[in-house]
């Protein structure tokens, strides 16, 4: 596996060195980077100054052992070794922008990008702890028995996404507990609560401590429990609060089905293919596909 650096992350984290704000620079050293770095201004070529500034803050990126501490936690994880082509670092402007990414190329060639704001460089306690948790992730995505797939399905509503966010993230801290004694369990404990308030308490805390446990995490799993958290799919019929498999919003107003037209099903399913009249629909979707299927059919001129 290749480490690459985007310059832009490399000129900044070293800039933060310079200014004094890293572990292991000392006066003297930021003395010499200075003296260094405006000794190139005198090069009157642009392309020739833009190169030796790359070429110095890479040096210097080493010499202050950035590299050092991003490859001390990457080897943690030795299976990002022999999966990965390459492993990118990008700078990150803000905290929404970070986190890693899993790219793969026409020719099946697997690449990790990290965004990384180069501020975590002042502290290498936060830095490992941070870092270990995006690799983590993208050790999931390349171990065949997470079995991991980017893509939701395509009727999936906003908040599947976030719960399943929130689920792999709990695998990933209970992992991280037990490996490094680093993991946050209740607060992960107070996020699980709220998302599945709907839960009796005794099953909410069987849940978590499985996912929080379970050293072998499937995505289908949580994929399957961010899907349908109310596990509606094996209900004889649809439950009283439960979101709408069509529109995703929770509804107490469910539709009786032996009233609605059969042009409405149909059109639903022509919309939904993998809808069932087991899985229900609420009220307001009903209605409008009646109302659609209510309409006379206009045959234009000359078709």
């Not at 210097?60 to 501490?69: A, I, P, S, T, V």
């Not at 919309?271 to 299927?293: K, M, S």
Request: aromatic content about 12%; glycine content about 6%; overall charge neutral.
């Amino acid at each position: 596996m290749e480490l690459l650096y985007d310059e832009d992350f490399v000129e900044t984290a070293v800039s933060l060195c310079a200014a004094g704000h890293c572990n292991g620079a000392t006066s003297l050293q930021i003395h010499r980077f200075h003296f260094e770095r405006e000794r190139i201004y005198s090069i009157l070529d642009p392309d020739g100054r833009s190169a030796e500034f790359s070429r110095l803050h890479m040096r210097w990126f080493r010499d202050w052992g950035l590299e050092k501490r991003l490859a001390g936690t990457i080897g943690e994880f030795p299976q990002l070794e022999t999966s990965l082509s390459v492993l990118a670092f990008r700078k990150s402007r803000t905290r929404l922008e970070e986190g890693a990414e899993l790219y793969v190329n026409s020719a099946s060639r697997r690449n990790g990008v990290v965004a990384l704001r180069a501020e975590r460089f002042g502290d290498d306690d936060r830095l490992a702890e941070w870092l270990r948790r995006e690799l983590m992730h993208l050790a999931d995505m390349v171990a065949p028995e997470f079995g991991y797939s980017p893509d939701l399905p395509r009727e999936g509503p906003s908040p599947v996404r976030e719960r399943y966010r929130l689920l792999w993230n709990i695998s990933i801290e209970g992992r991280l507990e037990r490996r490094f004694g680093s993991g946050q369990k209740s607060f992960f404990q107070d996020q699980f609560d709220r998302v599945f308030a709907f839960w009796p308490e005794a099953r909410r805390r069987e849940v978590f401590e499985s996912l929080w446990n379970d050293e072998s995490p499937r995505h289908e799993r949580l994929m399957q429990m961010a899907l349908d958290p109310r596990e509606t799919a094996h209900a004889e019929q649809p439950i009283p609060g439960a979101p709408c498999p069509l529109c995703g919003f929770s509804t107490f107003d469910w539709a009786h089905f032996p009233k609605v037209h059969p042009r409405a099903v149909k059109a639903i399913l022509a919309q939904f293919p993998q809808w069932t009249l087991r899985q229900g629909a609420c009220r307001r979707c009903v209605d409008v596909y009646e109302a659609a299927a209510s309409l006379p059919l206009t045959v234009l001129p000359g078709a």
